[in-house]
């Protein structure tokens, strides 16, 4: 994720990063010039009665505002996945802080309170790495005999989670830990699990693949017609007329596209590898 100062703008519209839609589509730029330029060539030299073609700009004023309410929408749907995202790890954060503080009061094995160390932050490294479909055990700190158990699981997420249950339940009947300590750490550990929930539907479920494939047909159709009703007006500026449209309703639909799935490592998307080190950093403040 890019990190950024909201109030210095000037700045933001001079700088080009990789990551900018520009370096995304120009090459859709240049054959779109090629072709809009060879259309108005066309339509000035063998059409008498362009001018008359003119009188199309209000239908593509009207069909241009229905467009940007379906982009307004697409955006928006993008943008509820992202913050959700954003929420769930935010609520990761604080019930990790949470569930390492009543292990701290309620545990007095410093060996459990080591293994809790180490487990809480696993599950925030394999939570990470699960939603972007890598294999962590090599990120993990584990024993040789939990290794060797994990890479027989697909779930790693739910691996860990499990440790952490049976270590509870263990910690329990030795009685070192009461009922009611235990059923407060249940509900932190059942947090963890929501969140991975939560986090699995957001990936796991983009936007229906009609609306977005006819989103981006009813863009390119719109587009490359364009110079049918500027042409007429603007003759062959109707070029930098469809150019610009299409770099600004394309550049909305590749953004929303990027944010709606937000746990990978487009710049845009979530730093769920800083808030993966806060959560270890934390955790090892609290039970060192």
Known sequence: MIKYNPKIWFSHIITIRKSDTLFILWKELVMLTVFVFGLSYIEINYF??????????????????????????????????WWEGRKKWGELL????????????????????????????????????????????????????????????DHEPNFISNLMYQKLKSIQKRGNLSEIDYMILDTNLNSFIDV??????????????????????????????IPLAFVGSFGYYSVLVSIFIFYVLVSIEILAEEIEDPFGTDDNDLPTDDLTLKIAANVKEILS
């Open 48 to 81: 008498e009665n362009m001018k008359k073609w003119s009188e199309l700009i209000a239908v593509y004023s009207l069909i241009g505002f229905v467009l940007s309410l379906l982009l307004v929408f697409r955006t928006n749907t993008a943008y509820d996945r």
């Open 94 to 153: 604080n019930n990790s802080r949470s569930f390492a503080i009543k292990i701290n009061a309620a545990i007095d094995s410093t060996e459990d309170k080591t293994f809790f160390k180490r487990m809480i932050t696993n599950y925030a490294i394999a939570l990470k790495e699960h939603l972007r479909d890598n294999k962590s055990f090599q990120l993990l700190d584990l024993t040789p005999e939990e290794l060797d158990k994990i890479k027989s699981i």
């Open 196 to 225: 991975l929930g939560v986090c699995e539907r957001i990936k796991n479920t983009p936007i229906p693949y009609s609306y977005s494939n006819f989103l981006k047909k009813f863009i390119f159709i719109y587009v490359i017609t």
